[in-house]
């Protein structure tokens, strides 16, 4: 065997398999929300840490581009740490950074960045279950018959007995959402906070569902809405203070209007910090170049 | 009195089937097996008529067709030769045989409605009472919530179910209840056809007389269109304006009620209702 | 800020890294594992790797197990990965088991076959007994055991090629349905087409030789237990080296392009009754993957039945359920979603914690929606 370090092609993946992507991608594009089942090859990491959104972006990548990846908002994390290693390893040229504005293809796991993205962004998801009927239907054939007719009244009686058992809607992330007035898509595992932001947006946003095999998108400015009871408003996560009503600022930023992630202290208590990490430190530059200026 | 449907023709076959299959079976030979093939003719040929807010009552022994018949006119099941046109409403005549699944879903959600013999086939255990009224709701479009429990407390009301036990799951109700929350569902969305499959078989005979009284008052302040099938001659007696009495896939007589049960033709009706004497 | 969130992804990635590096190089007085040594004295080890890999490189599985420590699962899937970089220069013919060179074939059907039954070497009939002699073994051991085996009495009878199929026999006597001309057929390549459920017989194949063996075994075992009923006979349980064509570049030609070790197992089941009237025949169950893993072989066997099964009258337990063994056989997709598991959930974890924040001050308020 020839133990010279084998030179692995730009985006790891071959060239027939990102053809099939592409293909498949053009076909979710076209019919919104609809899961596109492809072949989904096996990357050099787990099922399950990203290998779906990994495949869209290898397939999308080009020497152009400036590649972000975030998890739980942040560059920082290991799991982003590592999927941006790969794709500087195996994607000669192509650049890639922290800042949400300079990114051309961004790849997340369970956030929308806070800063709203533009028509020439591409925001690629990580998808651990596709189907958002899951929770009612196991048997994907049944699934599949059930999305063809729009027929979701099994998850709008989740929502009912949710109501009748507990006051409140517990469906917490991974939200139904209706794209486009037909297919109901699991947004993969958002906040309800981001799932609003789905709504007409001027960017692609592309879903990779890598264990499972689907892909599905939700083109720009296209309708998402949660699904929901008429007179049941949905709620995103609340980040006021149960006695003063006050929001919740980020510690670090002093930011009232971004996501917030919850930090327990060892007094019991917690203090908040945006999830958003790069928004967190636009914010903050922002605001000592105010105070340099003063 | 006009049509509500138009049965004509209704033939369901298991099995490959044959040329030969209608002609070797039915009531003359006495079986609904195809001595060429082997197929089963579960019904053939079946053709009647349902006028609006009528009670028809179809009556034979187990695996009569009667059943069959039933399952394909809610469209659970695909009937070889035959139509079916349920009229009413503002749009034409609608031929239940030729929708696609999509279709008569749409047709079943918003106007037909079911009450199984068994509850587990129209309720679902893992979801409340008022959640299985809800889902047929939520099914014909309505999505209000406050809307959605009132409707489903009212039907509970007029079901004689107690409005207390609407959020319990339906298991822990009693086999007279669990037929009760059936019709309840089944009745949500106003169906201008109704279809009942032994709805009284198996229960006490004093909560049977309550289901029946439930039905025909149902019929009188609603006027909804029913079948009712059955093997039992009381329910159709109590029920029934007209009957149709089935035997080996084929109707075999068919009439006024009374007439059907005081004078029956076909000697396999006079052997029915000799034997209930 | 004591409070901020662990920083510093890309050390710390780096630090587990060479951690890993460490425990396995730690003892610094042994000589580093020889691939060689994997692929001889490991050799169930490698068989396991290869057919989870489904990817036959003795030497990458090789490298595969000493680079994953022994994880069969991990070095599964360097075999896995690399192989999605690979190029696809050209396909094979469909290949028959009956052009296997034996090295071992069983049949539990009959006590007599044609060619004859080759016990082979088999784990099956060592007692689970401890040699503690292989405590101390060297070299003139290994040697020792070559010269007595090749002086073995009758090592120079000639055995032939190749050997007839069991199921050849029942199959002249009308008692198996006809074969299917799997030549005909182009398989479905689960490597390059979306599975879309229900799939053909080809598509369950190839995930099942794929499968991870505890999980193939576990379900196998499940319908074996009682959760079913295809009560097996192996007609047939082959394992041996099966020569590989592929078509000559220029005269297109089927050239022999080397062999694969592989195990393969038949089995017979109750018959079926015909709809249309036919005398009944037998039903059959195919298993077959690389490298020899019997359980595993035996296991896909009964699985291919069990599902066809409930293809044909619905699934009545989880075995005859398509959809639940092809999807949850795979060792590398099971594997990796349940690890993934220990990723940071900050948010979803948040998202749920203000549910059920929320839920609580509606039912403290007794809110009446």
């Known amino acids: 065997m020839n133990t010279a370090k084998r030179k692995i092609p730009f985006g790891f993946i071959d060239d027939q398999a990102k053809r099939e992507i592409r293909r498949s991608i053009l076909k979710a594009i076209a019919i919104p929300g609809y899961q596109t089942p492809y072949s989904s090859r096996e990357m050099p990491m787990a099922r399950g840490f990203g290998t779906g959104g990994l495949q869209l972006t290898l397939s999308l990548v080009g020497r152009q581009d400036v590649v972000k990846v975030i998890d739980q908002g942040s560059d920082d994390s290991v799991n982003a740490v590592n999927i941006r290693q790969f794709v500087q390893d195996v994607c000669e040229g192509v650049q890639t950074t922290l800042r949400t504005q300079e990114a051309s293809l961004i790849q997340t796991r369970h956030r929308i960045p806070e800063v709203p993205l533009r028509e020439d962004q591409v925001l690629v998801f990580q998808v651990p279950y596709p189907d958002s009927l899951v929770i009612v239907e196991s048997n994907e054939a049944t699934r599949k018959c059930m999305h063809g007719e729009g027929d979701y009244s099994r998850l709008l009686v989740k929502l009912y007995e949710d109501m009748v058992h507990f006051k409140k809607i517990t469906l917490s992330h991974r939200y139904p959402t209706q794209i486009h007035t037909h297919y109901v898509i699991d947004p993969s595992p958002i906040p309800r906070y981001d799932v609003p932001r789905l709504h007409q947006a001027p960017n692609l946003f592309l879903f990779g569902a890598g264990r499972e095999k689907k892909i599905y998108a939700v083109p720009p400015y296209t309708e998402a809405r949660p699904l929901v009871l008429d007179d049941i408003p949905f709620e995103v996560e609340d980040f006021t203070h149960p006695e003063t009503g006050d929001r919740y600022c980020c510690e670090v930023c002093g930011s009232d209007r971004s996501f917030l992630e919850e930090f327990k202290q060892a007094d019991g208590g917690s203090v908040w910090q945006c999830s958003d990490t790069d928004f967190c430190a636009s914010m903050l530059e922002a605001a000592e170049a105010a105070e340099g200026v003063i | 009195m006009k049509p509500i449907l138009d049965v004509k023709g209704l033939t369901r076959i298991h099995g490959k089937s044959c040329d030969g299959c209608l002609a070797a079976t039915g009531p003359k030979v006495g079986g609904n097996q195809c001595p060429h093939c082997g197929s089963i003719v579960a019904c053939a040929d079946v053709s009647f008529q349902l006028m609006e807010g009528e009670i028809l009552g179809i009556i034979g022994e187990s695996g009569s067709g009667k059943s069959t018949v039933i399952r394909l006119l809610y469209m659970l099941d695909q009937a070889l030769a035959g139509g079916a046109l349920l009229h009413g409403g503002e749009e034409s005549a609608i031929d239940l045989m030729a929708l696609n699944r999509a279709q008569a879903r749409q047709l079943r959600d918003r106007h037909m409605g079911i009450v199984h013999q068994n509850p587990r086939l129209g309720l679902n255990y893992q979801i409340s009472a008022g959640g299985n009224i809800a889902e047929r709701l939520l099914m014909s479009g309505n999505r209000r919530y406050h809307d959605i429990r009132r409707i489903a407390s009212e039907l509970l009301v007029r079901t004689e179910v107690p409005v207390s036990r609407m959020d319990d799951f339906p298991g822990t109700f009693s086999g007279g209840m669990q037929q009760r929350v059936q019709i309840a569902k089944a009745l949500s969305t106003r169906p201008r056809l109704l279809l009942l499959d032994e709805v009284t078989t198996g229960l006490d005979l004093s909560v049977q007389a309550r289901i029946l009284d439930l039905i025909l008052e149902l019929q009188r302040e609603l006027g909804i269109s029913m079948i009712v099938v059955t093997h039992d001659l009381g329910v159709i007696r109590l029920l029934a304006s007209r009957t149709l009495v089935m035997k080996t896939g084929r109707i075999v007589e068919s009439g006024l009620t009374d007439q059907v049960l005081q004078d029956p033709q076909h000697a396999y009706t006079q052997q029915l209702v000799a034997s209930a004497l | ?369």
């Not at chain 3, 490698?46 to 989870?52: A, D, T």
């Open chain 3, 1 to 369: 800020m004591s409070y901020v969130a662990a920083k510093g992804g890309r050390k710390a990635i780096q630090a587990a890294n060479e951690a890993m590096e460490y425990l396995r190089t730690r003892n610094t007085d042994q000589s580093a594992l020889l691939l060689e040594t994997i692929k001889t004295q490991l050799h169930g080890l490698l068989s396991r790797v290869l057919s989870e890999g489904g990817l036959y490189s003795e030497e990458l599985a090789a490298l595969a197990i000493k680079q994953a420590a022994g994880d069969t699962l991990e070095a599964a899937y360097y075999l896995r990965a690399h192989r999605s970089a690979c190029p696809r220069l050209g396909e094979t013919p469909v290949h028959c088991g009956s052009e296997m060179r034996v090295i071992r074939r069983v049949s539990a059907a009959f006590k007599d076959i044609p060619g004859g039954q080759i016990l082979g070497p088999t784990p099956d009939y060592l007692q689970r007994l401890f040699r503690f002699e292989l405590l101390k073994e060297d070299q003139q051991a290994f040697s020792e055991v070559t010269q007595r085996w090749f002086a073995t009495p009758g090592m120079d009878t000639e055995i032939p090629d190749t050997f007839p199929k069991v199921l050849d026999a029942l199959r002249a006597e009308g008692l198996l349905p006809p074969a299917e001309d799997a030549a005909e057929k182009r398989p479905f390549d689960i490597t390059r087409e979306p599975l879309v459920f229900p799939l053909p017989r080809s598509a369950g194949l190839s995930i099942m030789a794929r499968g991870e063996t505890g999980s193939v075994l576990a379900m196998g075992y499940s319908n074996m237990r009682g959760y079913g009923d295809v009560h097996p006979t192996v007609a047939e349980l082959r394992v041996g080296y099966l020569p590989i064509t592929v078509p000559h570049s220029v005269t297109g030609e089927p050239v022999e392009a080397g062999e694969i070790l592989m195990t393969e197992c038949e089995v017979v089941a109750m018959f079926e009754a015909d709809e249309e009237g036919a005398p009944p025949v037998f039903t059959l169950g195919y298993g077959a993957c690389f490298g020899r893993n019997e359980a595993k072989a035996v296991c896909m066997a009964v699985l291919d039945r069990s599902m066809d099964i409930g293809r044909k009258q619905g699934p009545s337990n989880p075995s005859e359920d398509e959809e639940f063994v092809l999807l949850h056989v795979d060792g590398i997709e099971s594997m990796g979603f349940a690890t993934h598991y220990k990723m940071p959930h900050y948010i979803t974890f948040e998202s749920d914690l203000d549910r059920i924040r929320q839920a609580r001050n509606a039912a403290g308020k007794g809110e009446d929606a």
